[in-house]
């Protein structure tokens, strides 16, 4: 505190959190503490989709349920996105992802080492079929910070139930010699996570997917529902009736374990209460990791999503038209993009006084509550609300209410 009585932060936390004039942060008392969130102008993690091509068909993917042809991101694009980030101070995350396989690009070890760079944090999500051993060596060599690798399965029948391919015993092989690859190196990176998506088929696996997690090294854990794109996926939800999973106390020994919400039932009571009681493992859930709902986590990550062609998005679930379900309603989320980043500078399309007021009221989540209500003809699409909400209106969202989760 100044001699003013005003709260002063150090510099570099505050140009981290983009706390400058004019910013929009929220700040919230929370029992004997104060939360203090990263502001409106903070940019912190950018999404870039490398490609929408996959050398799988899984049954939950997105892929299954739309006509977009297959996209690849070109190396134009990619350093017009290069060139972006480099104006970013400090330097964002720079997360592959999106909605296809990374591995599938060609040059994804190129875009990964000119990220590196720039002095980018660098992560990546894969489904883990592709880490031969000329890609290992590469990752550790250019100093990959964190690979996120999907596990929906502890044994081979399982996970090929969800993959359709029986590819879990060469995805531990390989993760088992990327460790020792670590090791033998003295490398730090890249960290390991593991990606679950629960549903009803598999939830009892997610014990065991945290044991092999600890095994392979892994030092967190991302637990989400699975996003219903078909009638078949909405019979598997675990999230009819929500609840609220508790916050444990970190502890370094085990990894940090990210649970969505979901119905603590039969199927999933066990699981979960195995999950909270396991010694040492850290819970963290809703958006936030806080327990509240109805908080845009891309919003509240500092983040912007490029896809494949160059189109600058707000969030992933924005960077494709796509289908799923609210209940027994099918809602469309229509494609939204603030501009193209073949066409504007990345730091000009964030600082667009309209994507401003979008993050804004994002931040503030003042859109009809579409997920609880669900009963009028303006839930089944993202286009407007009755509130008055202009596209996108994201009362509906299941990332915002805590359903579903992205590393």
């Known amino acids: 505190m100044d001699e003013r009585g005003h709260l002063v932060l150090p510099p570099e936390l505050a140009a981290r959190l983009g706390l400058v004039d004019g910013a929009v942060a929220s700040v919230e008392e929370r029992g004997d503490s104060i939360a203090i969130g990263r502001s409106s102008a903070s940019l912190a993690r950018v999404y870039v989709e490398p490609t929408t091509l996959c050398n799988l068909v899984c049954r939950t993917c997105i892929r299954n349920v739309w006509d977009e042809p297959p996209g690849m991101m070109s190396a134009e694009t990619f350093a017009r996105v290069i060139e972006g980030v480099r104006e970013v101070s400090p330097p964002p995350t720079i997360f592959f992802g999106g909605f296809g396989e990374p591995f599938a690009h060609p040059d994804l070890l190129a875009m990964i080492a000119a990220a590196k760079a720039i002095d980018c944090p660098v992560e990546l999500i894969t489904n883990g079929t592709r880490l031969d051993d000329e890609t290992r060596r590469a990752l550790v060599r250019i100093g990959l910070d964190r690979l996120w690798v999907s596990i929906d399965g502890s044994t081979p029948e399982s996970y090929a139930d969800v993959r359709l391919w029986d590819a879990l015993p060469q995805v531990i092989e390989d993760l088992t010699r990327l460790r020792a690859l ?69 502890s370094p020994w085990s990894p940090a374990v990210s649970l969505p919400r979901m119905d603590v039932d039969e199927l999933t009571a066990e699981r979960v209460a195995w999950v909270e009681a ?59 993009a603030v501009a193209n980043i073949n066409d504007r500078c990345l730091l000009e399309a964030w600082g667009d006084p309209a994507y401003v007021a979008l993050r804004e009221r994002l931040m503030a989540f003042d859109f009809a509550p579409c997920t609880i209500c669900n009963s009028c003809d303006m839930a089944d699409e993202n286009l407007e609300d009755c509130f008055g909400s202009p596209t996108p209106a994201c009362g509906g969202c299941l990332w915002a209410r805590g359903f579903i989760r992205c590393p």
């Open 278 to 336: 396991r010694r040492g493992v850290r819970l963290r859930s809703s958006p936030a990791g806080d327990g509240r709902a109805d908080v845009c986590p891309f919003v509240e990550k500092g983040s912007v999503s490029i896809r494949w062609d160059g189109a600058i998005s707000p969030c992933l679930p924005l960077l494709h038209t796509h289908g799923s379900y609210l209940d027994f309603r099918l809602r469309t989320n229509h494609a939204f």
């Open 182 to 250: 670590r090791l033998t190196t003295r490398s730090a990176v890249p960290r390991l996570g593991i990606a679950f998506v629960a549903m009803k088929r598999n939830i009892a696996d997610l014990p065991e997917v945290i044991r092999l997690g600890q095994r392979l090294g892994a030092d967190r854990v991302s637990v989400s529902n699975v996003l219903a794109h078909t009638p078949e996926m909405r019979d598997q939800v675990l999230y009819a009736r929500s609840i609220e999973t508790e916050v444990a106390e970190p």
